[in-house]
């Protein structure tokens, strides 16, 4: 059986020289699937998906992306192999427009963007619409797109997102989960930390269930969901 493009294989760790956290936790992630991780609060759901990132020390286990062992690259030199993140908060240039903030998200591009730019139009229309308009004048679907957009800008064959819709509405929820899966069938890998567990099954190709920090479940979407002791415990019965 072939290895998934990114994994993040029994990893320990945590914060600095604090506790570990993660205690032999895997997140695993082919192209063009969605991985969805959750569990209750305080189950090391963003902090797995930051050791993917390289984003806090891993002791034991490691990280591979395409084969290669990429455990202790920073996190620029992995947005350079291609894996973009976008964190749940403070994850725009608020003063800067709409168009600027994409425009940072191509940092490392040394060619034409516009291409590129008008996709994350298509993707998100009401970003064309107010494309000049400062990014902190948003709503918080519309920032929480613009966000996204920025990381799509990078071209990137992993996107992460956590918590990508914390604080929004039902109905921007659904749209947000459309529109990840849109990104998903261009054949980028999709790994995603939620709150909203059982909406973020219903998409996801995987799913881990995470609590302190390790893996307590690990199949698809649909069988997570369709799991007893998963419903009873993480998803309300």
Do not use: W
Request: hydrophobic fraction near 45%; glycine fraction near 10%; charged fraction near 20%.
């Amino acid at each position: 059986m072939t290895e998934p493009f990114l994994i993040g294989e029994s990893m320990t760790g945590g914060y600095g020289r604090g506790a570990d956290i993660l205690h032999d936790c895997t997140i695993a992630v082919n192209p063009g699937e969605i991985a969805v991780i959750v569990g209750p609060n305080g189950a090391g759901k963003s902090t797995a998906m930051k050791a993917v990132f390289g984003m806090l020390n891993i002791h034991k286990g490691s990280v591979r992306l395409d084969g290669e062992d990429i455990t202790h690259l920073s996190p620029q030199d992995r947005v350079a192999k291609g894996m973009a993140f976008v964190p749940q908060t403070s994850n725009i240039f608020t003063s800067l427009t709409v168009e600027e903030n994409l425009e940072m998200g191509a940092f490392l591009r040394r060619y034409d963007i516009r291409v590129t730019m008008e996709q994350i139009f298509d993707l998100f229309p009401i970003l064309r619409d107010k494309r000049k308009q400062a990014a902190g004048e948003l709503s918080g679907g519309q920032r929480q797109q613009v966000a996204v957009g920025r990381a799509l800008m990078t071209q990137p064959k992993v996107l992460m997102l956590d918590e990508p819709t914390a604080g929004v509405s039902p109905i921007v929820m659904d749209e947000l989960f459309d529109r990840i899966i849109e990104v998903a069938r261009t054949g980028i890998s999709i790994l995603m930390v939620e709150q909203n567990a059982r909406q973020a099954l219903e998409i996801a190709d995987r799913g881990y269930v995470l609590v302190q920090g390790a893996n307590r479940f690990t199949d698809t979407g649909a069988a997570l969901l369709a799991n007893a002791d998963v419903r009873k415990s993480f998803l309300g019965g």
